[in-house]
């Protein structure tokens, strides 16, 4: 893991509101189906450099109340019904993995929530805006930010 000052960024996707309870249940989870649906009818033009991003935000407080979650990528051309959302410039903390999918997103958010329930955590997680980002069919980055 590695400390990045991101600059921000738009970016357009379809969104949804849960909570990590919700998630851990493969009958409620939502996040999978907003994932298939997006990658369904959003064309990434992956060649000419457009990526993906997941970005979760509006916390409604930490690690066990609700949030949302929006599936997006950078282009510039998409369909009209994707919501935009700005991912902030700030601090962040990030998880770096390699692999298949969905395994390697799986491991990166296993390894974030047992870092940050260390008592001797080194950075604070804000609770804002963090975001996947997704540089190749292989890697993830998680972005957390941080104080």
Same mark, same amino acid.
């Given at each position: 893991m590695e400390i990045r000052h991101f600059l921000g960024k738009t970016i357009h996707g379809l969104a949804i509101r849960t909570d990590n309870e919700t998630e851990m249940n493969p009958d409620t989870g939502k996040i999978g189906a907003l994932w298939q649906t997006f990658d369904n009818t959003v064309p990434v033009d992956y060649k000419n450099g457009e990526r993906v991003?997941?970005?979760y935000s509006d916390y409604e407080s930490d690690h066990t109340g609700k949030f949302t979650v929006l599936a997006g990528f950078d282009g510039?051309?998409?369909p009209e019904n994707l919501e935009p959302i700005t991912i902030?410039? +700030?601090?962040y903390l990030v998880f770096t993995h390699q +692999?298949?999918?969905p395994q390697i997103a799986i491991d990166a958010w296993t390894e974030i929530w047992h870092y940050f329930t260390n008592e001797d955590v080194?950075?604070?997680r804000l609770y804002t805006t963090d975001f996947e980002y997704y540089?190749?069919?292989n890697q993830i980055e998680v972005h957390i930010a941080i104080k």
């Open positions: 991003y997941g970005v510039t051309s998409f902030p410039q +700030g601090k +692999g298949e999918m080194d950075h604070q540089p190749s069919g």
